[in-house]
């Protein structure tokens, strides 16, 4: 179904999004992955609606040094890394500098790591369907660490799936996995926020409690 744009929030994005992915449900061997913190809500709807478990990618995008409103890649965990390399020598970033960066945000991904799993073990993602889902592409980079953390983490299969995105974007992604999900590319596309009525951040109770839904779910006589 094409969705009606602007999406009125990231559950809705999310249950237009579960209908593109309706031959994944009930399945033993799919695993969807929120990439936090705004794709949360969405993968929420989508394992809901398809019955099966969900976790989280925590991703940190990478600021550039004195304008971190610019984009210069972004980190996962198990130390995946993607930076642009083309724009940090382009604005001549130095290598202290973007190290720093890095550093500041990979101690902030941990702490969240940390809280989020609150002692659960490690994904393992091996011979799982990993479904990557975030509520919208941009520059893609966040994306793309998540998808350099599912193929470390040994995903059988790579499903990337978002309800919104810039063109440039999804043509960047598209051959880094093996399925590719958008459910819509507008142009002009400035930003993800701009495609939903509300937008407002996502806090750490919020995902903390959409980890906790899923795992009763999953527990529940229904996917026993």
């Known amino acids: 179904m094409k969705p009606d744009l602007p999406y009125r ?18 399945r033993s061997d799919v695993f969807v992955l929120g990439i936090t913190r705004g794709g949360v809500p969405v993968a929420a709807e989508v394992a809901r609606a398809l019955q099966v478990p969900m976790d989280v990618v925590v991703v940190r995008k990478l600021g550039a040094p004195f304008q971190p409103d610019l984009g210069m890649g972004a980190i996962a965990p198990d130390d995946v890394e993607v930076l642009d390399q083309a724009l940090i020598r382009g604005f001549g970033l130095a290598k202290p500098n973007v190290d720093a960066v890095i550093a500041e945000e990979r101690a902030e991904l941990e702490r969240r790591e940390r809280r989020y799993r609150a002692g659960r073990p490690p994904l393992d993602l091996k011979n799982y369907t990993a479904i990557l889902v975030d509520d919208g592409l941009a520059a893609g980079s966040t994306m793309l660490a998540a998808v350099e953390f599912a193929r470390k983490h040994f995903a059988k299969r790579i499903v990337m799936a978002v309800p919104i995105g810039s063109h440039e974007a999804v043509e960047k992604l598209r051959d880094k996995v093996d399925v590719c999900i958008c459910l819509a590319r507008p142009e002009p596309f400035f930003a993800v926020g701009e495609w939903y009525w509300n937008f407002l951040p996502v806090s750490d109770a919020e995902v903390i409690r959409a980890l906790e839904d899923s795992s009763k779910a999953v527990e529940s006589p229904m996917h026993a």
């Open 9 to 26: 929030s990231r559950a809705d994005a999310g249950r237009y999004l579960a209908q593109e992915l309706a031959q994944y449900k009930y």
